[in-house]
């Protein structure tokens, strides 16, 4: 029997995808690159949901309307946002999450600790992990066929219309396919080629650590570019791109090697000079542009410093600190010029204004 959709991928695209090609009736197959306990793709990693609503919702509090949402995505996208598609991401976001429950997808409130966004995000109850889980649930449930560890290398088009996808020598035919295989952020080579070199030599990229999966490396993508003319669009180089514990693993890292600091202190690099106003777009900028301003500096390390003020006011590091009980001390430890940090931690305190600082009330 021929299929009727065909999805290739297994995160929160695909799997969204395919659950709603089979409420409508449709005969489906989801081909997942990634053996089971890997399955998910950035999908398993993930927190919360951004929302658009009106008023206090379930585990929403206040009101996030819609042109805020919007103004926020303008900030972190220096404006280069398309307008039409952006606007019924928001407003699908509104409503989309009763279609999640009835998939098991359920929602707490917004952690302790984490900033904002107990207005603007609902959490998934047992993070990203438990989400594709619901759906994966979900969908063998429906009688969504599932293949593991069929990494698609490339598709067949006839006219412009899809005919088969080939998983190694095995060639699949559908009657249509849904292509939802992420990007290409664990493809070291593609980003070291869109990062090039840098004015001290360095190739930037090789000091990535990818805090998702290792699945999406792009085949498909650069298949689609290099032999069907698909269009390029965009700027290889842009990412939301986080600052993550340089001794997190290669891959899969997750959310609990982020940086959460940062806002909360200084941030010098191997020169132990600040580089970026680190209060500059408190929420929701911070986590999204923090990666690149650390990827241009040399060797591509910034060290975090806060006080003892700060600790316990950021979702804890997994990896420990460095503590010491002086500025020369800590620079000795970190490995940074004594008294070229001193002298910048003192201009950046003799900058401050003196007053109360609540940073859950800005
Ligand atoms: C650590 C982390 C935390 C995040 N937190 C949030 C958050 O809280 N909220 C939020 O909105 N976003 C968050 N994001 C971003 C979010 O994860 C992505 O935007 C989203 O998951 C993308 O979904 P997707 O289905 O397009 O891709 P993915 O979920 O990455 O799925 C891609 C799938 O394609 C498969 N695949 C790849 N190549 C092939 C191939 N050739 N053949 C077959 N299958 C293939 C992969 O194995 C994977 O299953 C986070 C990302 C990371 C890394």
Known sequence: MVIDVLVIGGGNAALCAALMAREAGASVLLLEAAPQAWRGGNSMHVRNLRCM????????????????????????????????????VIRDSATCRPWMRRHGVHFQPSLSGALHTARTNAFFMGGGKALVNAYYRSAQHLGVQVRYESPVQRIEMDNGRFVAAWVGDERITARSCVLAAGGFESNRDWLRQAWGQNALGEWPADNFLIRGTRFNTGVLLKHLLDDHGADAIGDATQAHMVAIDARAPLYDGGICTRIDCVSLGVVVNQAAQR???????????????????????????????????????????????????????????????????????????????????DHTRL
């Open 53 to 88: 609503h009106d008023a206090p919702q379930d585990v929403l509090v206040d009101a996030y309307p819609e042109e805020e949402f919007w103004q926020d995505l303008l900030k972190v996208t220096g404006g280069r946002t398309n307008e039409a598609l952006a606007r019924r």
């Open 275 to 357: 580089f970026y106003d680190e209060g500059a777009g408190f929420w929701p900028k911070r986590y999204a542009i923090w990666g690149r301003l650390v990827a241009q500096q040399p060797g591509q390390i910034g060290y975090s410093i806060i006080d003892a003020k700060a600790v316990g006011r950021f979702m804890p590091p997994v990896f420990d600190g460095v503590r010491a009980d002086s500025l020369g001390d800590l620079a000795r430890q970190l490995g940074l010029d004594a008294p070229t940090f001193e002298a910048t931690v003192a201009a950046y305190n003799a900058a401050c204004r003196p007053g109360t600082f």
